[in-house]
C-alpha cells in the first residue's frame, strides 16, 4: 500500500501496521511522517525505541537482539532503521530476516533516500512493500506546491487568495522547512483572511531554493524561462557549475540516444527501458525529442562541452554563460547563434 504523508493521520484511525518504509528526498516530510508514527505508536504503548543506520559498521545481530528483548519499562518498542544510498547484498539479506521477526508488539519503521527505479525492483524494496505501507516523501513541484500550501496554510486556521498563493509558492518554491516556518509565524499575527498578495509581501520575505536536479524537468518540457530561474538560483546558492555539466551530459546523452535508436526504427517505450528512463518522466522525454532533432541535441553537446572547458580552466563566469544558453536552447529546434567571443 501507497500512503502519502497527508495521508496518515486517516490511515493511522484504522491502527498501526507492524512495519513501514517512509523514503524520499524531503527531509521536512520524512521528518514529520515519522513523528506522526511515533505519536501514534505512544498512545498504543510504544515506550521504547531503538535507532539503527544501516551503513557499513552496523552489526545487524544488535538489531535482532533489540528486536527479541523486552524490557522491564516496556512490552512494545519502536526500532527505526535509517537505510544508506545503496544496500549492499548482505544489508539485503538481513533486513528480508528482520521483517520476518516483526509482531504485535514490534513497530519497524524504515527510512531511506530517494530510490531509482532499480532499487524499486531489487528483492528488498519488495519485501518491505510487502510488509507495510510506504510512504514516499518528495517536495512538491511547482504543479502541486500551491495546493500543498493551501492544505498547510488550512491546518493553521488560513487561507489565501489565489494570487497571494501562487506569489508564496514562487517565494518559497524548494524550501518547505523555510515556508512552513512562515505559515507559522504568520498564525501567530491573527491576521484578517484570507490573506492577500499586498499582505504576504508585506510580511514574508522570499526564500526559493532548488536543487541541481530541478532544472531537468522544465528543460524537458521547453519551460525555458522557468529553467533559466532555476539556473540563476542555483547560481546563488553556490552549486558548481561543474556539476551542472556533469548531471547536464548524462541527460543529454540520454536524448541523444533515443533520438538515435528512433531514428534506427526502434520504439520509445522499449528504448526507454533499456535506458531506465524512469516511468514517470517518459512522457516530458517524449515531448523533448519531438521538439529537438538530432542535430539540435548536437548542438546543444556542443554547448556544454565548451561550458566543461571553462570549468577545466577555472573560467566560472564563461561556464554559467554556456550553461544559461544551454537551458534557451532546450526552446525548440531552431540552431542558436552563438556568438564565439561570448
Known amino acids: 500500500m501507497r500512503l502519502y504523508p497527508e495521508q496518515l493521520?486517516?490511515?493511522?484511525?484504522?491502527?498501526?501496521?507492524?512495519?513501514?518504509?517512509?523514503?524520499?528526498d524531503e527531509p521536512l516530510l520524512k521528518q514529520e511522517a515519522l513523528d506522526t508514527l511515533r505519536q501514534a505508536a505512544r498512545t498504543l504503548g510504544f515506550d521504547e525505541r531503538h535507532r539503527f543506520d544501516a551503513d557499513e559498521g552496523l552489526d545487524w545481530d544488535d538489531i535482532f537482539d533489540a528486536s527479541q528483548s523486552m524490557s522491564l519499562f516496556s512490552q512494545r518498542?519502536?526500532?527505526?532503521?535509517?537505510?544508506?544510498?545503496k544496500l549492499d547484498k548482505t544489508g539485503s539479506d538481513r533486513l528480508r530476516e528482520l521483517l520476518k521477526q516483526c509482531h504485535?508488539?514490534?513497530?519497524?519503521?524504515?527510512?531511506?533516500?530517494r530510490l531509482n527505479q532499480q532499487q524499486q525492483k531489487s528483492a528488498w524494496f519488495k519485501a518491505?512493500?510487502?510488509?507495510g505501507p510506504q510512504v514516499p516523501v518528495i517536495t512538491p513541484d511547482a504543479r502541486h506546491f500551491p495546493r500543498w500550501l493551501s492544505q498547510r496554510l488550512h491546518q493553521h486556521g488560513m487561507s489565501a487568495e489565489p494570487e497571494a498563493l501562487r506569489w508564496l509558492a514562487y517565494a518559497f518554491e524548494g524550501n518547505l522547512l523555510a515556508v512552513v516556518g512562515e505559515i507559522e509565524k504568520l498564525a501567530l499575527q491573527n491576521l484578517p483572511q484570507p490573506l492577500t498578495l499586498a499582505l504576504l509581501?508585506?510580511?514574508?520575505?522570499?526564500?526559493?531554493?532548488?536543487?541541481?536536479?530541478?532544472?531537468f524537468d522544465p528543460l524537458l518540457?521547453?519551460?525555458?524561462?522557468?529553467?533559466?530561474?532555476?539556473?540563476?538560483?542555483?547560481?546563488?546558492?553556490?552549486?558548481?557549475?561543474?556539476m551542472l555539466c556533469h548531471l547536464l551530459a548524462r541527460e543529454l546523452s540520454t536524448l541523444q540516444q533515443l533520438q538515435l535508436g528512433l531514428q534506427g526504427g526502434q520504439s520509445f517505450h522499449q528504448l526507454a527501458g533499456t535506458l531506465h528512463v524512469w516511468s514517470s518522466r517518459q512522457p516530458m522525454m517524449q515531448a523533448a525529442l519531438g521538439r529537438l532533432p538530432l542535430p539540435k541535441l548536437q548542438q546543444l553537446q556542443s554547448m556544454l562541452a565548451a561550458a566543461d572547458r571553462a570549468v577545466a580552466a577555472f573560467d566560472d563566469d564563461e561556464a554559467w554563460r554556456w550553461l544559461y544558453s544551454l537551458c534557451v536552447g532546450f526552446l525548440d529546434a531552431k540552431p542558436l547563434t552563438i556568438n564565439p567571443n561570448m
Open 128 to 131: 518491505l512493500t510487502a510488509a
Open 201 to 215: 509581501q508585506q510580511q514574508v520575505q522570499p526564500h526559493h531554493q532548488f536543487n541541481p536536479f530541478q532544472l
Open 77 to 85: 518498542q519502536i526500532i527505526e532503521l535509517h537505510l544508506p544510498d
Open 104 to 113: 504485535p508488539d514490534l513497530l519497524l519503521l524504515v527510512t531511506g533516500p
Open 9 to 24: 493521520p486517516q490511515h493511522l484511525q484504522a491502527g498501526l501496521a507492524p512495519c513501514y518504509f517512509i523514503y524520499g
Open 221 to 242: 518540457q521547453g519551460k525555458v524561462k522557468r529553467a533559466c530561474r532555476i539556473l540563476l538560483q542555483l547560481r546563488q546558492e553556490g552549486i558548481e557549475a561543474g
